[in-house]
């Protein structure tokens, strides 16, 4: 059985940082994609940031230069590098994995397993 479990995240002023982390188990992550997704109260669901096993990687405009996905395949882990915080990054956030890699894209629909989403408050 999939589990995507995160961790970290929380409150920070503008302009801070946070970082994310998600523990996966019951498979292997180097057969898989995984990526960070948030949504905010009334939008949405968004793709943030894409990785594949070999290291390949997509980010979403809002935040290039700004956040930073990485994985430990070792240890099934994923982080999200979170620098340069704005109010409009507060959302749940969620951890996905995905595994046909046809479909490897920031589209919520390419992704078959999910976190249960944590929340990170950005403040002005």
């Known amino acids: 059985q999939v589990r995507l479990v995160e961790s970290g995240g929380g409150s920070v002023q503008t302009g801070g940082s946070l970082r994310r982390s998600c523990a996966a188990s019951?498979?292997?992550?180097?057969?898989?994609?995984m990526a960070w997704f948030r949504q905010a109260p009334g939008k949405e669901r968004e793709g943030v940031a894409s990785?594949?096993?070999?290291?390949?990687?997509l980010s979403a405009t809002s935040v290039k230069g700004r956040f930073t996905i990485s994985q430990d395949n070792s240890k099934n882990t994923l982080d999200l590098q979170m620098n340069s915080l704005k109010p409009e990054d507060t959302a749940m956030y969620y951890c996905?994995?995905?595994?046909?890699?046809?479909?490897?894209?920031?589209?919520?629909?390419?992704?078959?397993?999910w976190g249960q989403g944590t929340q990170v408050t950005v403040s002005s």
């Open positions: 996905a994995a995905g595994s046909d890699l046809r479909w490897w894209s920031l589209l919520p629909t390419a992704y078959e397993y």
């Open positions: 019951g498979f292997t992550s180097n057969m898989y994609y």
């Open positions: 990785i594949k096993a070999e290291g390949s990687t």
